[in-house]
């Protein structure tokens, strides 16, 4: 008898314990989302009224998924993932549909995800069939014991946690079709000027400069951190190139003690530069606020080192920062009274 009153004491307080966020009540007036569609050369001269209508559009669909969880007291992580499942399926970015292709004409994924509760985090890259890769990022931190799956071995992990598979084709769009021809004729311009056998290849990824990355971040009622960032990478890359999207502390980093920051730009410099780490480790050692950890990071170091680009970010307060040193950064946050803000240029 004491042994049964011992165990149903045991299941009730673990229970207490495994439900303690879930029954918390949250504080939705705390809530902030924040969220990124790449950046680069986006000026005002390029664009036309019909497709900042249609960036907006979405951008501010991608704020209200997410607002819609947080502010029904969800997490932070359910807000950042159907937040950027939006944008994945939107042609208008860089990421799922309309990612853009690599040299062989194949589309390649990346996508990662932290939790800044328990500093859990889930990534894959290069998959090439799996319509929301940020869900996959997801079952990744949940559901295996890894961190990082990539190729074959991810798509594989994607069927069996039945995810969507698509044909390859799903992802295609013309519009990235024929940014990867004009990529290649800049390859060759570049060949012929430099007489260079394109070996430089940082050469062949500036050409383009068309970014369009996406990202989240979010801050929930319960005062809990995350952060995702999903892309196709850049155009015209090679030999599985894999850039700072799929990497925790790159491209993504999420921590209550801190911040959550999901990056967009030249990969290569945001691997090199670890930045959004970077941006958490100089709040928690200096004790600096988050807009002067991100300048610091976004606009000094990563200027004088040549990685062009931008992060979005939230602090554990709520306060917001999106530097950006390129020309334009599609961007938008929406706090807890529900009114979507989105910006595009300087
Ligand atoms: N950071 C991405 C990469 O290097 C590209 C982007 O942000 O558009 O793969």
């Known amino acids: 008898m004491r042994k049964l009153v011992f165990l149903f004491l045991l299941g009730y307080f673990s229970m207490e314990v495994l439900t303690a966020q879930s029954i918390a009540k949250p504080d939705v007036s705390k809530i902030v989302l924040v969220v990124h569609g790449g950046a680069g050369t986006i000026t005002r001269q390029n664009m036309t009224p ?23 007291g969800g997490t932070s992580m359910d807000a950042v993932e159907a937040s950027i499942r939006i944008m994945e399926d939107s042609p208008l970015f860089n990421a799922g549909k309309g990612a853009v292709f690599t040299h062989e004409g194949k589309n390649e994924l990346d ?75 800049g390859e060759k311009i570049q060949l012929d000027h430099s007489g260079d056998k394109g070996s430089n290849n940082e050469k062949i990824f500036t050409e383009g400069k068309k970014f369009g990355t996406v990202g989240a971040v ?35 980093y999420a921590n209550n003690k801190t911040c959550a920051v999901s990056a967009t730009g ?67 946050f929406i706090k807890a009274a529900g009114t979507p803000s989105v910006l595009i240029y300087k």
């Open 50 to 72: 019909e497709k900042e209508k249609a960036y907006t559009e979405v951008l501010q669909q991608a704020l209200q998924a997410g607002y819609t969880i947080l502010k029904k």
């Open 218 to 252: 979010a801050l929930d009622g319960y005062g809990n951190l995350a952060a995702a960032t999903s892309t196709g990478g850049m155009t015209n890359k090679r030999w599985n190139r894999v850039g700072d999207a799929p990497i925790i502390g790159a491209g993504t």
């Open 111 to 185: 996508a990662s995800i932290m939790d800044g509760r328990t500093l859990k985090a889930g990534a894959v890259a290069g998959v090439k069939s799996v319509r929301n890769p940020i869900t996959l990022a997801r079952k990744v931190m949940e559901n295996s014991e890894h961190v990082m799956l990539t190729g074959e071995g991810a798509e594989q992990f994607a069927k069996e946690q039945k995810l969507e598979i698509v044909d390859p084709s799903y992802f295609y769009t013309e519009a990235r079709w024929k940014q990867l021809q004009q990529a290649k004729e």
């Open 266 to 332: 030249h990969g290569e410099f945001f691997i090199r530069s670890v930045v959004a780490y970077d941006i958490s480790a100089l709040m928690e050692y200096k004790g600096i606020s988050l807009q002067k950890a991100a300048d610091e990071v976004v606009m000094k170091k990563l200027v004088e080192r040549g990685g062009e680009g931008g992060i979005i970010a939230v602090d554990a307060k709520g306060n917001i920062a999106m530097p950006f040193n390129s020309e334009g950064m599609y961007r938008g």
